[in-house]
């Protein structure tokens, strides 16, 4: 935690539960990037009612616009006052001085259900001399698989698949047999791409990680190129046996309504997809199929026979905009949708980044997988977030570079190569 004290965060804990005193007058604009609009106005109603004088708009964006997007206003004096961001780009964006600096006011005035100490993923809101923080974690998730089991019996695939390979020939046995898609995944490479999640699972449970400690203070690379170019050629070769979403190089979101709509149509037998994705679709499924058994198993990600099966622990983080008027009205508006009542009543669909929300929010009929991944095969970024590296940097170059081996531009080994040179230079300085 730096030069900031637990005494002092969890002391803050404290006042984060009172309401806050005297606001002025404010028009504040929260930018938000996922699709439970109504449960979130409806919170935001509730804020208004409470705060008379302070209104707020809710604007909508894209979740793989929201970065870039920010970044071009911040620069010149405008944006949201409060953005809703992915946990990675936050110690970027607050080096950037897009979002305000934020540990005066946590001190001072208190965040969450419990203090400072009770979010997850915290450490990716610092500054690299971890003394400063930018963000406040919002909502947490992790991904697993989905399968549906009626198109996996009809296949002939007699049990689910559990290391990469076996995801492979599950795949290949859903089309040669059903004629439908193996697994639906998203290959495009836009800056909020799926196919950096992918890549990462895979090295992880494998033993391999992009960056690592070097067990001196800094930090290396923890993959070879060889690793690196087979990855590529995994994933192409769902592209290339027509095993995944059809245009899936066209799309970028894990989420995306052609990933969605064939699992929940009974059109795909599996994807990999965050947790609040898999309660989407079985919603959805319900809604359709009322009254009757979901067709759906959900379990944890691939590995070999030696490895761990392993995901992020990730989610989207809070900030408020270094350029706001009303910084004040701005942070009790952060403090309420980081509010117990907040997440019970009005933010349901999702997880909460507070260790004390999380722990009394049940898992949802069918996502027992999910909840295993959590508990046994999620990991956080680590050096990831740690070292000098940029994790949004790393995120594209990725995409990029996968991208150009899936169309024939670059080899895969000229893909991998072109990577690791990326992420070399920018571990050195």
């Known amino acids: 935690m730096g030069k900031l004290t637990t005494k002092l965060f969890a002391s803050a804990g404290l006042a984060a539960l009172s309401c806050s005193a005297a606001l002025a007058d404010a028009d504040l604009v929260f930018r938000y990037a996922y699709d439970n609009v109504d449960e979130i106005q409806a919170g935001l109603d509730e804020f208004e009612r409470r705060n008379p004088g302070v209104s707020v708009e809710l604007e909508r964006i894209a979740f793989k616009d929201a970065r870039d997007q920010f970044i071009r206003e911040a620069a010149t004096g405008g944006g949201p006052d409060i953005a809703h961001l992915a946990f990675v780009w936050i110690k970027d964006l607050g080096t950037a001085e897009a979002c305000m600096e934020l540990s005066e006011m946590v001190a001072e005035k208190g965040i969450g259900a419990n203090g400072w100490e009770d979010f997850i993923a915290s450490d990716l809101t610092y500054n690299q001399a971890g003394d400063e923080f930018y963000g406040v974690p919002f909502a947490t998730d992790t991904w697993a698989m989905v399968y549906n089991k009626e198109i996996l019996t009809e296949a002939g695939v007699e049990k689910i698949p559990e290391t990469w390979e076996e995801l492979l020939d599950m795949a290949r046995k859903v089309k040669a047999e059903t004629g439908k898609t193996g697994l639906g995944f998203a ?7 799926t196919i950096w999640f992918l890549a990462n699972f895979k090295w992880w449970s494998e033993g391999a990680s992009l960056v690592v400690d070097d067990g001196n203070g800094g930090y290396q690379l923890g993959v070879e190129p060889a690793h690196v170019a087979e990855t590529i050629e995994y994933w192409k070769t769902y592209l290339d046996e027509d095993l995944t979403t059809a245009g899936s190089l066209g799309i970028d ?29 079985f919603d959805d499924w319900k809604a359709r199929n009322p009254g009757e058994a979901l067709p759906f198993t959900t ?21 408020v905009n270094a350029n706001t008027e009303y910084p004040e009205e701005a942070w009790a508006l952060m403090q309420w949708l980081n509010s117990e009542e907040f997440w019970q009543q009005y933010n349901t669909g999702y997880f909460p980044a507070q260790q004390s ?33 940029a994790i949004a940097t790393m995120w594209n170059d990725t995409s990029r570079e996968f991208g150009a081996a899936f169309i024939g531009e670059k080899s895969s080994e000229e893909a991998a190569q072109s990577l690791l040179d990326s992420v070399q230079k920018q571990i050195d300085g």
Not at 187 to 193: D, L, Q, R
């Open 187 to 193: 290959a495009g490479a836009s800056s909020a791409n």
């Open 253 to 281: 979101a894990w989420n995306a309504p052609e990933i969605m709509e064939p699992i929940v149509s009974g059109d795909s037998a599996a994807t990999i997809v965050p947790v609040f994705t898999a309660v989407q679709m």
């Open 299 to 319: 379990a944890m990600t691939p590995s070999p026979p030696d490895g761990k099966p392993t995901t992020h622990l990730g989610g989207q983080s809070l900030c």
């Open 357 to 389: 929300l999380l722990a009394k929010k049940p898992f949802p009929e069918g996502t027992e997988g999910f909840q295993k991944q959590f508990t046994e095969g999620a990991r956080s970024w680590g050096p990831y977030a740690r070292g000098p590296a």
